[in-house]
């Protein structure tokens, strides 16, 4: 089945500490995106890539990092510097970034939260 | 900026009861509008989208459509399930750009 897979599902992290998040997908899309969603909150996009080696910082990038080595991976690592991390993360997919086929599809979910 | 105002929840409904779930939007242009919803403990699945105006959107009994006079994408459904209880959220996206702007969701119960 194609569709995109985060891990963990659960994730804690002590003060301090830098923590990777996975996001794979076998769609054969382009684009790939992270975003963050707070309780009562919308979604809000913190980096994008249209393109492997390339990558975008969305509205609230400072204290990530992102890599995109390959098509399929796309990890999200949150650093020390990132003051309030307790969140959770979507990883999202789309055939390319703009035009007709820009409908984003979203992976499960990584909940962090930080001890 | 873009922006996307949904109604506030909590929504809790009977079954089999009418359901509405306003959405208005501010954007420069011709934006393709959707819904998306999200189980408890899941990501966002598309639930549906319309690309241009007076274009309906439909799936799984929902409908929504594209109103550009009234800069409305209303989500609707006439007799609504258990299974229906999730949040549920209205985005945004312009032409020929990245961003996707979300609304704030609206947490949908329904009760057996």
């Known amino acids: ?115 | 900026g873009d922006s996307v105002t949904q109604m506030e929840g909590p929504v809790t409904l009977s079954e089999e009861a009418f359901l509405t779930i306003n959405c208005t939007y501010t954007a420069t242009g011709y934006p393709s509008l959707f819904w998306y919803v999200q189980y408890p403990g899941e990501g966002l699945q598309l639930l549906l989208k319309a690309t241009k105006a007076d274009d309906k959107g439909s799936n799984k009994g929902f409908e929504a459509t594209y109103r550009k006079e009234t800069t409305s994408f209303h989500l609707e459904k006439g007799s609504v399930q258990v299974s229906d209880s999730a949040v549920y959220f209205c985005a945004l996206r312009r032409s020929n750009d990245y961003k996707l702007s979300f609304g704030a969701g609206t947490t949908v119960t329904v009760r057996a």
């Open chain 1, 1 to 115: 089945d194609g569709g995109i897979t985060q891990s963990p599902k659960y994730l804690f992290r002590k003060e301090g500490q830098n923590v990777t998040l996975s996001c794979e997908q076998n769609l054969n899309h382009d684009a790939m995106y992270w975003y963050r969603q707070d309780p009562g909150q919308g979604l809000r996009l913190i980096y994008y890539s249209q393109i492997v080696n390339d990558f975008q910082k969305g509205d609230i990038a400072e204290g990530y990092s992102v890599s995109r080595e390959k098509k399929e991976s796309f990890p999200l690592t949150v650093t020390s510097a990132q003051k309030n991390p307790t969140a959770f993360y979507l990883c999202a997919s789309s055939i390319e970034v703009t035009g007709e086929t820009d409908t984003q599809y979203f992976g499960p979910g990584t909940r962090l939260t930080v001890l």
